[in-house]
């Protein structure tokens, strides 16, 4: 056992983080959040560095690498709150692709992505105040022809990221009269065609654009729908599993940035002939968002290993991770700008734009209230599992 | 990265499984029971120690000259994880075995680890820790008990407080301040001292538990030997350290880990108006919570050991284990005792292994034990992260 990232784990934080900084560090995310759109020029950047490429398997042109790197990766990203739908094109759409897609599916995206070329996103709510999977309500009609996968698509997805910015969206529709997870197809369905529009969104945190995806009787074949009719449902919660501990990644990476902020300013800010960080109620609450940001991270870590190797209690970790860090990281980044002073409210200080994208991840692609539920079915599956001796 | 054992790490797991099973007191796999008569429990806690010993289980981190095991920190986990599922009785001399035994090995002399050591393990000679008095606890090293020297012996005179076993202790492992001239952090020395003399008395100071397990302890002309004093004379805050990193390698999660899966399945068995509590929306979130946290705290100490297995010893960092633990601990007790209902209002430890009405007390005495959390943040704080000291006093008088 060794807990830790190893040493090419590391290099890859470093390379990151070296990239990022030399393009401007948290500066790309302010030139996204004042209008501007860096997704396109970064994105190709990122291909050069062969950052969309690590979780596409090798015979695709991708390093067949899992949520372990991915997570390395997406610590430093998030700790720049850089733009850009890494996380769904990364941890949702290349697994699914990679598990469910046909042999045409995957060589259509899979060398695109690792090369750069195609970006995607995820379209699943048709109801923005409604939680997965209710909020999957759009019906895939057949259409009657002889083909089993033909498909007519109607209606108006909510909540996509970067649906402007991206070639593809991963589209969950009802191919039939059901509920729950139950009856849910999914699709891969590109942006660029006739029958797709999207309208931008006013979202809460501007360095991540929500958009509307309106599909108007779009008729789809083989190469739309991804893996089973009516059984996409279990494949989606592993990939909202992914998306979580993919998301804590990143806000684990903001907090370490956020306390990194919060011990400079308690330094060097003095007040009454002190650096306001030897008083210790800023000095204390400083070690619990350490404290905080390193039990996300450790969290992160096991859940991202534990699907690498679909350990027994994986989906039960990923869904710890947005149990813990929901709230705690949320509190991390307001306690960064209580620790500011009136600086902490201000559009120059950074705290904002981490507390903003805490906040719009909360209830995205799972609350934590539904993770809470979903920690403790699995651990009570698990329990039950073992023989009454608790031999595991 | 990598959670996984290794085969060998396997085996000394399954090794320790069946030992356990062969050599664990009668019946305590199906129904645990301690003795509640005070002296029959020290017995009982005794015969264990003895009973792990003579098979090299008591202390598996010590060097196998000493009746160790040598292990190493994944293996000390791993001697954690099992001790806590079958919730194995407590060792008798656990602040010999944790914290003394493995403090004289490193900086004990010769004649001292041959003297003392091997009576550690056997628990044939039990051992208390005198740091703390009655104005020094935080602030360990502002502590004024007086260590004189007459010939080849050394005088003391003062009191301490808080000694957890000194009722039943043969030994003390004492710091005194035998110079007052320099800063609070000069002039300390550690001592061993014979608890079985006329100039010390201790008396046992009734807690909040309603327990009797730490005293007051008075020195008067109590005496030592040149050769018991441990390090140099006037460099005792060295050994403090050294004695203290032990103390960080600590953690309780396993057995928070045990009794959280304990609760688990009390809240499956037991019904409240007829449906179990289980189903209980807000029961299944305050165990959702507990759980995330117990992961979470778990990981951090793997890291931490990984750590520690490159470094050699515990950082600073290794603080984050005891504050989380702790804090954990209390929450989760809290919780098992509301969740009893109304019965929350008895002093009744309805499901054994939770142990909860007192367990739920009991939980204060390690919440303070150690360092209290503001001094673990303030470790965090200052040594992790850098931020400004402090401001403290650096003497040990206390403006007289
Ligand atoms: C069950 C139990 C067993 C124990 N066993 C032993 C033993 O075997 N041997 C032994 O020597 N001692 C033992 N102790 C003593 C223990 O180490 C002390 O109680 C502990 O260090 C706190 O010291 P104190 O009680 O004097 O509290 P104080 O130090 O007086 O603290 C009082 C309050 O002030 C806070 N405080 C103090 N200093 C600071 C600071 N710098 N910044 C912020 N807040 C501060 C504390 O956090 C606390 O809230 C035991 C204690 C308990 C509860």
């Not at chain 2, 007459?150 to 030994?171: F, L, P």
Request: proline residues 4%; glycine residues 8%.
């Amino acid at each position: 056992m060794d807990a830790r990232l190893t040493d090419e784990q590391q290099r890859v934080q470093e390379t990151a983080r070296d990239f990022i900084e030399s393009e401007g560090g948290i500066e790309l995310a302010r030139r996204q959040l004042e209008g501007e759109n860096v997704v396109d020029d970064l994105w190709n950047e990122l291909a050069d560095l062969d950052y969309t490429a690590i979780t596409v398997p090798l015979e695709y042109g991708g390093f067949g690498e899992g949520m372990v790197y991915l997570t390395a990766l997406l610590e430093v990203t998030g700790r720049y709150a850089l733009p850009g739908p890494l996380p769904e094109t990364a941890a949702i759409a290349v697994p699914l692709l990679t598990e469910l897609g046909t042999e045409d599916q995957q060589s259509t995206y899979l060398p695109a992505i690792a090369d750069g070329d195609c970006r995607m996103s995820v379209a699943v709510y048709d109801d923005e105040t409604e939680s997965l999977p209710h909020a999957i309500q759009m019906r895939a009609e057949p259409t009657g022809s002889d083909s089993e996968s033909a498909f007519r698509l109607d209606g108006t997805k909510t909540l996509v990221p970067y649906g402007d910015d991206v070639d593809a969206v991963i589209l969950a529709a009802r191919t039939r009269n059901s509920q729950g997870y139950d009856g849910i197809s999914l699709f891969v369905v590109d942006t660029d065609q006739d029958g797709v529009e999207t309208q931008r969104l006013d979202s809460l945190d501007w360095t991540r654009p929500m958009y509307e995806l309106t599909v108007d009787d779009l008729e789809v074949g083989d190469k739309a729908l991804l893996g089973p009719v009516h059984a996409g449902g279990s494949a989606l919660q592993t990939a909202v599993d992914r998306f979580t501990v993919a998301g804590t990644a990143m806000l684990t990476g903001a907090a370490d940035r956020a306390v990194d902020l919060s011990v400079e300013h308690g330094t060097e800010r003095e007040q009454y002939g002190h650096p306001v960080g030897r008083f210790q109620a800023v000095k204390h609450r400083i070690a619990d968002m350490w404290i905080d940001m390193q039990s996300a991270r450790s969290l992160v870590y096991y859940a991202a290993w534990a699907l690498d190797n679909d350990e027994p209690d994986a989906t039960r970790a990923a869904a710890a991770t947005k149990v813990y860090a929901a709230d705690r990281l949320h509190r991390v980044f307001s306690d960064d700008i209580w620790n500011h002073g009136g600086m902490g409210f201000t559009w120059d200080h950074d705290g904002h734009i981490y507390l903003k994208q805490a906040k719009s991840w909360r209830n995205f692609l799972g609350s934590p209230e539904s993770n809470r539920e979903r920690l403790i079915s699995a651990r009570l599956a698990t329990e039950s599992a073992k023989s009454p001796s608790g031999e595991s | 990265m990598d959670f996984s054992y290794t085969e060998a790490q396997e085996s000394f797991r399954h090794e320790l499984r069946d030992w356990l099973e062969e050599n664990l007191p009668d019946g305590w796999l199906e129904n645990p029971e301690i003795p509640s008569d005070r002296e029959e429990r020290n017995a009982f806690f005794k015969e264990w120690q003895q009973t792990l010993a003579a098979d090299n289980w008591a202390g598996i981190h010590w060097p196998e000259a000493y009746g160790g095991r040598g292990a190493s920190l994944i293996e000390q986990t791993i001697y954690r994880e099992e001790m806590a599922r079958v919730n194995a009785p407590p060792q008798i001399n656990l602040i010999g075995v944790n914290l003394i035994g493995p403090t004289l090995i490193e900086v004990g002399t010769e004649e001292q680890k041959e003297r003392f050591v091997p009576n550690i393990l056997s628990a044939e000679e039990i051992w208390c820790q005198g740091y703390s008095e009655p104005e020094s606890g935080s602030d360990v090293a502002s502590l004024t008990t007086k260590a004189e020297k007459d010939g080849d012996e050394w005088v003391i005179n003062g009191q301490k407080i808080w000694t957890s076993y000194a009722h039943i202790a043969d030994w003390c492992f004492l710091v005194a301040r035998t110079d007052s001239s320099g800063t609070k952090h000069e002039g300390l020395t550690a001592f061993l001292v014979d608890m079985d003399q006329d100039g010390i008395s201790t008396e046992p100071i009734h807690q909040a538990n309603d327990d009797r397990t730490f005293n007051q302890v008075y020195f008067d002309d109590a005496v030592t030997t040149d050769d018991l004093v441990v390090g140099e004379v006037d460099e005792g805050w060295d050994v403090v350290m050294t004695l203290s990193a032990f103390e960080h390698g600590m953690t309780s999660i396993y057995s928070i880990e045990q009794e959280y899966l304990d609760l688990l399945e009390y809240c499956q068995e037991e019904t409240r108006g007829g449906t179990p509590l289980i189903e209980d929306d807000n029961v299944r979130r305050q165990l959702a919570d507990l759980d995330a946290r117990i992961q979470a705290a778990k990981m951090t100490h793997y890291r931490n050991v990984s750590t520690q297995m490159e470094t050699g010893t515990p950082g600073p960092e290794a603080s984050m284990d005891l504050v989380v633990s702790d804090e954990l601990r209390k929450d989760l007790l809290n919780f098992a005792v509301d969740i009893k209902g109304p019965a929350a209002a008895l002093w009744d430890n309805e499901h054994e292994a939770v142990d909860e009405t007192s367990g739920y007390i009991r939980s204060y005495g390690s919440w303070i034990a150690a360092g209290t959390g503001d001094i673990q943040r303030n470790i965090i704080g200052e040594q992790v992260l850098g931020l400004p000291k402090d401001i403290k006093s650096k003497t040990s008088h206390r403006g007289e």
